[in-house]
Nanobody, 120 residues
Framework: QVQLVESGGGSVQAGGSLRLSCAAS????????MGWFRQAPGKEREGVAF???????TTIDPVKGRFTISQDTATNTVYLQMNSLKPEDTAMYYC??????????????WGRGTQVTVSS
């Protein structure tokens, strides 16, 4: 089973940037495709950005053009670069790993989350 540890959250003003990191360990990283989810207070957890085999990535419409998911396979680390942050991006952000043969909602392992707070 893969273990995930996030870092990089914090508090920023609207328009600012943050980069979240997620370090994976404990399993064959190449079998997994990574993603980021977020959950705002009183709302359901939603998928934000996903990686697929071959390097393809997707992001949800509200963050398209502002958030970028990437990975460093040498260090088994996945990143979420968040630019032009808005107050509505405020949430707990979770790293997630799934076997690449599965759809993004079929998560095998979750990180514990890192808080992102954007003030206006």
């Amino acid at each position: 089973q893969v273990q995930l540890v996030e870092s990089g959250g914090g508090s920023v003003q609207a328009g600012g940037s943050l980069r979240l990191s997620c370090a994976a360990s404990g399993a064959t990283y190449s079998r997994y495709c990574m993603g980021w989810f977020r959950q705002a207070p009183g709302k359901e957890r939603e998928g934000v950005a996903f990686m697929y085999t071959g390097g393809r990535t997707t992001t949800i419409d509200p963050v398209k053009g502002r958030f970028t998911i990437s990975q460093d396979t040498a260090t088994n680390t996945v990143y979420l670069q968040m630019n032009s942050l808005k107050p509505e991006d405020t949430a707990m952000y979770y790293c997630a790993a799934r076997l690449c043969v599965l759809s993004p909602d079929r998560v095998n392992a979750w990180g514990r989350g890192t808080q992102v707070t954007v003030s206006s």
